[in-house]
């Protein structure tokens, strides 16, 4: 990394090895302008020879020197050193504010419940369900009466519900399949159960998928659909034309997509495929 070379962008760029002891080092000549390496090695839980590897290759980028029998950033090991912590600041408070302390919640009930009762939380179908007993990973007690199927207000939360990403599985129709006349029946063959997300990308897609069935359809925003779906794990299925294939993968984003296939529609029963 040159001193021309964007800094570390938050805690993934920390990564690269030896990049938090750079990052140390380089804040410690900031504020403390050492005269030796030794102090600064016992501060960072390092050897001599490995902080003078560490200065060594701050100076080969330009980033620290020895001015006045000092060791001391350089202008340019400033600015890289303020884009680092500043980053990584930023980074680190995105991730706090993603990690809510949940005390209380609300799910459906998986049968009936009294007041006080321990429960087990747990994704079914893409809802949060309690069910009797303390025995899963995310457990509480219900703070009120509740009906099965009905919502219950959980206290007392301890535990984190696993949620297992869940596969979206794309359909694709060729310019064959869309004039086909038993085109219904080879869709209706590759329909996912009953619990999953149907979705249909396109207009071709759709009029070809609403004509084979009545269960509802996702039209609009498909590939933020099959997100959300997949991110609670309700496993899903969409038709598309081939042509309109790559604005749908696209659509997906390169940042952390869902699992997803993609086949043929097939003349049978659509068979899984792994990505």
Same mark, same amino acid.
């Not at 962008?9 to 750079?22: C, I, K, M, Y």
């Not at 419940?113 to 007993?133: H, I, K, Q, Y």
């Not at 997300?197 to 933020?224: H, I, K, N, S």
């Given at each position: 990394?040159?001193?021309?070379?964007?800094?570390?962008?938050?805690?993934?760029?920390?990564?690269?090895?030896?990049?938090?002891?750079?990052?140390?080092?380089?804040?410690?000549?900031?504020?403390?302008?050492?005269?030796?390496?030794?102090?600064?090695?016992?501060?960072?839980?390092?050897?001599?020879?490995?902080?003078?590897?560490?200065?060594?290759?701050?100076?080969?980028?330009?980033?620290?020197?020895?001015?006045?029998?000092?060791?001391?950033?350089?202008?340019?090991?400033? =600015?890289? +050193?303020?884009?680092?912590?500043? %980053?990584?600041?930023?980074? @680190?408070?995105?991730?706090? /504010? !993603?990690?809510? $302390?949940?005390?209380?919640?609300?799910?459906?009930?998986?049968?009936?419940?009294?007041?006080?009762?321990?429960?087990?939380?747990?994704?079914?179908?893409?809802?949060?369900?309690?069910?009797?007993?303390?025995?899963?990973?995310?457990?509480?007690?219900?703070?009120?009466?509740?009906?099965?199927?009905?919502?219950?207000?959980?206290?007392?939360?301890?535990?984190?519900?696993?949620?297992?990403?869940?596969?979206?599985?794309?359909?694709?129709?060729?310019?064959?399949?869309?004039?086909?006349?038993?085109?219904?029946?080879?869709?209706?063959?590759?329909?996912?159960?009953?619990? =999953?997300? +149907?979705?249909?990308?396109?207009? %071709?897609?759709?009029?070809? @998928?609403?004509?084979?069935? /009545? !269960?509802?359809? $996702?039209?609009?925003?498909?590939?933020?659909?099959?997100?959300?779906?997949?991110?609670?794990?309700?496993?899903?299925?969409?038709?598309?034309?081939?042509?309109?294939?790559?604005?749908?993968?696209?659509?997906?984003?390169?940042?952390?997509?869902?699992?997803?296939?993609?086949?043929?529609?097939?003349?049978?029963?659509?068979?899984?495929?792994?990505?």
């Amino acid at each position: 990394m040159s001193a021309g070379t964007p800094p570390p962008e938050g805690l993934a760029g920390l990564r690269r090895s030896g990049a938090v002891t750079e990052l140390l080092f380089l804040f410690e000549c900031a504020t403390q302008s050492p005269s030796q390496l030794k102090p600064v090695a016992d501060r960072l839980g390092l050897t001599v020879q490995a902080a003078s590897h560490t200065f060594r290759g701050l100076r080969r980028r330009g980033l620290v020197a020895v001015r006045d029998g000092r060791y001391r950033p350089t202008m340019e090991g400033i =600015a890289w +050193l303020h884009g680092a912590l500043t %980053e990584l600041g930023r980074d @680190v408070g995105d991730r706090i /504010d !993603r990690l809510h $302390v949940i005390r209380s919640t609300r799910a459906q009930a998986a049968a009936d419940l009294r007041a006080g009762d321990a429960v087990s939380l747990e994704m079914r179908n893409g809802l949060l369900t309690a069910r009797p007993g303390a025995a899963g990973p995310s457990r509480g007690r219900a703070a009120a009466p509740a009906r099965r199927g009905g919502l219950v207000d959980v206290e007392e939360l301890d535990g984190i519900v696993r949620i297992v990403p869940a596969r979206i599985s794309v359909r694709t129709l060729s310019d064959t399949d869309l004039a086909d006349p038993h085109l219904g029946h080879r869709v209706l063959a590759a329909l996912p159960g009953r619990a =999953a997300l +149907l979705a249909a990308e396109g207009l %071709e897609a759709y009029l070809a @998928v609403a004509a084979a069935t /009545d !269960r509802p359809l $996702v039209r609009f925003a498909v590939a933020a659909a099959c997100r959300e779906a997949a991110r609670i794990g309700v496993e899903g299925t969409v038709f598309v034309a081939e042509r309109e294939l790559p604005r749908l993968v696209a659509a997906f984003g390169v940042t952390d997509p869902p699992p997803f296939d993609v086949l043929p529609l097939g003349r049978g029963r659509s068979r899984r495929a792994g990505r």
